[in-house]
């Protein structure tokens, strides 16, 4: 899988996590027989007693070994668990925020794909349409973001699972919607996983972008979408996390509020994401 570093204007490429049984459940007729139990709440929830045992710190050197994590970017302390080594925090400094007011910033680290919503409130991500209100499972008030932009931020395994609020705002109400947990990884292009999956919508009120509407998608083997319980907010600020496996957040935006960094979107036309940080600038208000 290749993907843009815009920080040394280079290609790489990444693997992904468990490629192969992933392979095997969305691309084989007998994987798929299994995948209506993969994709099950009941599995994620039971992976995620797993891995919160004492005994799953033993996954952790292996994990850090195989996914070459810097360490020296977290915390420095002894993990209670696996799932408590896969929400580490950040030692300070670690990540900047970008402070200029009128810039977008990245909620996480992950890869990055930007897309048009049409004017009848559609979008094409990877090769699926999804309406609006198939995303949101309602379609009340989303009239101002036709015309508007998209931004789908992909978390792998291996990157920092915590995620902030992209600017000063308040939170207008939160709801989740219930479902099941498809992996986000491009094996499953064939899925509708952004219907399908679970997920938390939230109806931001924000100082410099206006109206944005922030979801928190849940994926294979993930545990929880934990939120913080936050009203009003500050750029940068911590909004919550993702327990094991990779996840994705989108962000819907109204028409003229946000123009998009120019060679992300150049990537984003050739269907390439583009790695970005947690509180880095990815756009500019309008």
């Given at each position: 899988?290749?993907?843009?570093?815009?920080?040394?204007?280079?290609?790489?490429?990444?693997?992904q996590?468990?490629?192969?049984?992933?392979?095997?459940?969305?691309?084989?007729?007998?994987?798929?027989?299994?995948?209506?139990?993969?994709?099950?709440?009941?599995?994620?929830?039971?992976?995620?007693?797993?891995?919160?045992?004492?005994?799953?710190?033993?996954r952790?050197?292996?994990?850090?070994?195989?996914?070459?994590?810097?360490?020296?970017?977290?915390?420095?302390?002894?993990?209670?668990?696996f799932?408590?080594?896969?929400?580490?925090?950040?030692?300070?400094?670690?990540?900047?925020i970008?402070?200029d007011?009128k810039r977008?910033?990245?909620?996480?680290?992950?890869?990055?794909?930007?897309?048009?919503?049409?004017?009848?409130l559609?979008?094409?991500?990877?090769?699926?349409?999804?309406?609006?209100?198939?995303?949101?499972?309602g379609?009340?008030?989303?009239?101002g973001?036709?015309?508007?932009?998209?931004?789908?931020?992909?978390?792998?395994?291996?990157?920092?699972?915590?995620y902030?609020?992209?600017?000063?705002?308040?939170?207008?109400?939160?709801r989740?919607?219930?479902?099941?947990?498809?992996?986000?990884?491009?094996?499953s292009?064939?899925?509708?996983v952004?219907k399908?999956?679970?997920?938390?919508?939230n109806?931001?009120s924000?100082?410099?972008?206006?109206?944005?509407?922030?979801?928190?998608?849940?994926?294979?083997l993930?545990?929880?979408?934990?939120?913080h319980?936050?009203?009003?907010?500050?750029?940068?600020?911590?909004?919550?996390?993702?327990?094991?496996g990779?996840?994705?957040?989108?962000?819907?935006?109204?028409?003229?509020?946000?123009?998009?960094d120019?060679?992300?979107?150049?990537?984003?036309?050739?269907?390439?994401?583009?790695?970005?940080?947690?509180?880095?600038?990815?756009?500019?208000?309008?």
């Amino acid at each position: 899988m290749k993907i843009y570093d815009r920080r040394t204007t280079e290609y790489e490429e990444i693997a992904q996590y468990g490629q192969g049984a992933l392979n095997f459940l969305y691309g084989n007729f007998f994987g798929r027989v299994l995948l209506r139990l993969a994709v099950s709440p009941c599995i994620s929830r039971l992976y995620g007693r797993i891995n919160s045992g004492k005994r799953s710190v033993k996954r952790i050197p292996g994990f850090i070994s195989s996914y070459n994590i810097n360490m020296e970017e977290y915390e420095d302390r002894e993990y209670r668990s696996f799932n408590d080594f896969f929400a580490r925090k950040l030692r300070p400094g670690a990540r900047t925020i970008d402070t200029d007011r009128k810039r977008l910033i990245s909620p996480a680290d992950s890869k990055l794909l930007v897309y048009n919503i049409e004017d009848d409130l559609r979008i094409e991500v990877k090769g699926r349409t999804y309406s609006l209100p198939e995303l949101l499972a309602g379609d009340e008030g989303l009239s101002g973001y036709s015309g508007g932009l998209c931004l789908v931020y992909r978390l792998c395994v291996d990157d920092f699972h915590r995620y902030c609020f992209p600017d000063n705002g308040k939170l207008v109400s939160r709801r989740m919607i219930k479902g099941v947990f498809h992996t986000v990884s491009p094996v499953s292009k064939d899925v509708k996983v952004y219907k399908e999956n679970t997920r938390v919508v939230n109806y931001l009120s924000t100082e410099n972008f206006g109206k944005v509407i922030h979801i928190e998608v849940g994926a294979m083997l993930i545990g929880k979408i934990v939120n913080h319980d936050i009203v009003e907010f500050s750029k940068g600020e911590e909004k919550g996390y993702f327990e094991p496996g990779g996840s994705t957040i989108i962000e819907i935006f109204e028409k003229d509020s946000v123009r998009i960094d120019r060679d992300i979107l150049l990537q984003s036309k050739d269907h390439i994401e583009t790695k970005v940080k947690f509180g880095e600038g990815v756009g500019t208000a309008c």
